[in-house]
């Protein structure tokens, strides 16, 4: 089995750009609110969405939108670390909690629908939008 991990990430826009930093702890092992680390200084970024990234060794890696609350973010990141140490040791009876619900699913038709009316809002070009049809 691969050592899979879950580590706290902080999503940025810095010069238009979007990325994922390490978010900052202050000496006491305690997260500063809003901070990200940006080639190794820190800077304040108020707009920054907190992430958690789950890994393995190899292959893709998964992150999972836990919000804009940092202490939120912690408690999440704590019951990610919690669910992997359980599936490392009882690997057929946990299983990794799914973010989607059965409910949340819709049709495909109505799904169709909402993105072309996103890309309307979005202000595309008509012949973009019948190009994407």
């Known amino acids: ?6 580590t ?5 826009t810095k010069n238009g750009k979007s990325s994922f930093c390490k978010p900052v702890y202050l000496s006491k092992g305690r997260l500063k ?10 800077e304040h ?3 920054g969405v907190y992430y958690i990234r789950f890994g393995t060794g190899v292959g893709k890696q998964r992150f999972e939108s836990v919000g804009l609350d940092a ?7 704590g019951e990610a670390q919690r669910g992997l ?3 490392q040791r009882h ?11 059965e409910t949340s699913r819709m049709a495909i038709e109505d799904a169709v629908e909402r993105y072309f009316r996103n890309l309307r809002s979005q202000g595309k070009d008509s012949k973009t939008i019948r190009a994407y049809k």
């Open 1 to 6: 089995m691969a050592n899979r991990t879950a």
């Open 85 to 87: 140490r359980e599936q």
């Open 45 to 47: 970024h108020p707009e």
């Open 8 to 12: 706290l990430y902080i999503r940025i």
């Open 71 to 77: 202490f939120v973010a912690l408690d999440k990141l």
């Open 91 to 101: 690997p057929g009876s946990a299983v990794l909690r799914n973010t989607t619900s």
């Open 33 to 42: 609110p809003h901070y990200a680390t940006v080639e190794g200084e820190p």
